[in-house]
């Protein structure tokens, strides 16, 4: 791209604070303003009007990402495919936190103990404790009585 057509900044719109901005979001959103977030965009647009500045630095940007893009990738060496793999395998090995947790307490020599006494407690408190008092009066109980009575077919009282 050319840019000797366009005009050149005066040294004020180069050192404005605003094209300071502009070539700093111009830096990480690139040169084409579609890929911009909206609010940055209508700013982006707004300043492109009125800087001869920004249309030069958008020209600039455009130009060096075509540049850029001429480059093919390189295919990654067999050495670095062999790194990763073997970090990964390393950090899989090492295993999470909980895991490190799970062995520096014992494993389940320590937690299938644990969970036998939590229960063995669970059951001795429980049939230690009374029986929860009920609501119902003795009349609640002759009537539950006969209405289990009647359903099973001992109807000798009807």
């Not at 977030?37 to 209508?42: G, K, S």
């Not at 492109?48 to 600039?60: E, I, K, N, Y």
């Not at 609501?135 to 209405?147: K, V, Y």
Request: some cysteine.
């Amino acid at each position: 791209m050319n840019n000797e057509s366009q005009p050149k900044p005066t040294q004020a719109e180069a050192d404005s604070p605003a094209l300071a901005q502009f070539e700093d979001r111009l830096d990480r959103h690139g040169s084409d303003l579609a890929c911009w977030p909206d609010a940055e965009r209508a700013a982006a647009e707004a300043l492109l009007r009125d800087s001869p500045a920004g249309r030069v630095a958008l020209a600039q940007a455009a130009a060096l990402e075509e540049r850029l893009a001429a480059f093919p990738a390189p295919d990654p060496s067999p050495a670095l495919r062999r790194n990763l793999l073997a970090d990964f395998a390393a950090q899989r090995a090492r295993g999470s936190w909980l895991d490190a947790l799970w062995r520096q307490i014992g494993g389940i020599r320590v937690a299938l103990p644990a969970m036998a006494t939590a229960l063995a407690l669970g059951v001795a408190v429980g049939s230690w404790l009374p029986a929860p008092a009920s609501d119902i009066g003795d009349s609640g109980n002759e009537d539950a009585l006969a209405l289990l009575q009647y359903e099973l077919g001992d109807d000798s009282e009807w």
